[in-house]
């Protein structure tokens, strides 16, 4: 055999052995986390799909916030904003009138996926990220860029870490579509 007959030879071999290692399934990083943000989609995909809305009024601030959820990954929303302050006119307290909080009063479109990660200690948790502008396009502001804790949905409720978090950290959505009370 010719020098070139082996280097053609040899250079069929390596071919065929990486040809053979390969797979056409993906290699995943951490396939513990790929397996559970599966199963978290199976399991909560169904009931977060659909539009939900929010609505908490106290002394100073009063939020709206409708978002609905697409099959295909998808966000569409809507908030309103509104604060209030307490000054002293004539030595009496009094409130403010209402007036929309600066940048935070529209609608929003953008995407949104369940997924299961490990935080900074290792510890698994599961997530909701959220990535949605502002729909003036003049102005693109960001209205969600994050990731936060998810609990749960089911048939009436959806709750995440989310903007206006009660007392136990949680922000709980409710089924269906709504209009701002205010």
């Not at 995943?28 to 659909?50: M, N, S």
């Not at 990954?73 to 002293?88: I, P």
Request: net charge negative; aromatic share 12%.
């Amino acid at each position: 055999m010719n020098k070139k007959t082996i280097i053609t030879a040899l250079l069929a071999l390596v071919a065929m052995a990486f040809a053979s290692c390969g797979s056409d399934e993906p290699q995943w990083a951490d396939p513990e986390a790929h397996e559970k943000t599966e199963l978290l989609r199976a399991q909560y995909t169904p009931f977060i799909v659909g539009t939900w809305h929010y609505e908490k009024i106290i002394e100073k601030q009063r939020a709206f916030e409708q978002l609905t959820f697409n099959a295909d990954g998808t966000l569409s929303g809507l908030r309103k904003w509104q604060s209030r302050k307490v000054v002293t006119i004539d030595g009496q307290e009094q409130y403010t009138d209402w007036k929309d909080v600066p940048d935070e009063n529209d609608t929003f479109t953008g995407t949104w996926s369940l997924v299961w990660e490990r935080n900074g200690s290792g510890v698994g948790e599961n997530r909701i990220t959220l990535i949605a502008d502002w729909d003036d396009k003049d102005n693109p502001i960001v209205v969600y860029s994050h990731n936060p804790l998810f609990s749960y949905a089911d048939a009436t409720t959806l709750q995440f870490a989310g903007r206006w978090q009660d007392s136990d950290g949680w922000t709980i959505y409710e089924r269906g579509e709504a209009a701002p009370s205010f």
